[in-house]
Nanobody, 130 residues
């Protein structure tokens, strides 16, 4: 059974940091494209950062480039999103997602958001506010 479980969301002040975790089961991280997406109230879900084991580079949206970092621990089958210099506009529910084909990270984050083949976690709330 494929399962993704996110954790680490919290209330943080602007300029602060958080690390989100996504524990995967039912598959191994090196067999899928993996990524973080977010959805703010009234907005569409958007790709934040995606990674694929057959690609030498991760993808980051322009709004988080230079502040967020996606990493994976294959031994723990867990993917992380380190978020630094957080801004109020980063506030959203953050979702971990996996796609069963090793597609390019850019396409996973930008073109495959609504793919019916995606597996999704339940989401974790990140609120950036003073």
């Amino acid at each position: 059974q494929v399962q993704l479980v996110e954790s680490g969301g919290d209330l943080v002040q602007p300029g602060g940091s958080l690390r989100l975790s996504c524990a995967a089961s039912g598959f191994t991280l090196d067999s899928v494209a993996i990524g973080w997406f977010r959805q703010a109230p009234g907005k569409e879900r958007e790709g934040v950062s995606c990674s694929s084991s057959n690609s030498g580079r991760a993808y980051y949206s322009d709004s988080v480039k230079g502040r967020f970092t996606i990493t994976r621990d294959n031994a723990k089958n867990t993917v992380y999103l380190q978020m630094n210099r957080l801004k109020p506009e980063d506030s959203a529910v953050y979702y971990c997602a996996a796609h069963p084909i090793l597609i390019d990270p850019y396409y996973f984050c930008s073109e495959y958001v609504t793919s019916e083949s995606n597996y999704w976690g339940q989401g974790t709330q990140v609120t950036v506010s003073s």
